[in-house]
């Protein structure tokens, strides 16, 4: 679960259906702070709410909660070289080094020198070292919450 990918798709789910924060609050009986809170990834709303948010979408809680983002820019994680660095350095920015790093350990050299270029503050070879032996699991679900915030930006826009 990740919180940024959470909260982007409230964002997306209330911009998609027109409702402002104030709109989606009183639908919801709470306040619009609380709304602006999900959207700014500071809180996550609790079960009752997102059983109403589930509600008034017709999606499951754990379609909010781990949101199936359709392919919009990319579909895979070898792509993101294709997107321009400003923007990519702007999504990527929202990972730790240490969640960064550890999903270029399953991408190609050419990603991954790609992505040392954008960050040169960044000791990727430290980091992993630091890391050592990982799941493939873990490496993919990484990759997928990468791609999955850069498809939910360029579905609002943004990319």
């Known amino acids: 679960m990740n919180i940024n990918i959470i909260s982007k798709y409230l964002q997306f789910l209330r911009k998609s259906h027109n409702y402002t924060q104030d709109d989606l609050a009183k639908k919801l009986d709470i306040s619009r702070q609380a709304v602006s809170k999900w959207e700014t990834g500071t809180a996550i709303p609790d079960l009752e709410v ?12 754990n379609d909010i909660l781990e949101p199936r983002i359709q392919p ?35 991408a190609s050299p050419e990603v991954n020198s790609f992505c040392e ?12 070292n630091n890391i050592g032996r990982i799941r493939i699991e873990t490496v993919c679900d990484l990759q997928n919450q990468i791609i999955a915030m850069i498809n939910l930006q360029a579905v609002d826009g943004k990319i």
């Open 50 to 61: 997102l059983l109403k948010i589930s509600k008034l979408y017709a999606i499951t809680i």
């Open 72 to 106: 919009q820019r990319i579909a895979d994680f070898e792509q993101i070289s294709t997107i321009p660095e400003k923007e990519l350095k702007e999504v990527l920015k929202q990972f730790d080094a240490n969640s960064l790093v550890t999903a270029l350990m399953g």
């Open 117 to 128: 270029k954008m960050f040169p503050d960044i000791d990727f070879e430290m980091i992993r």
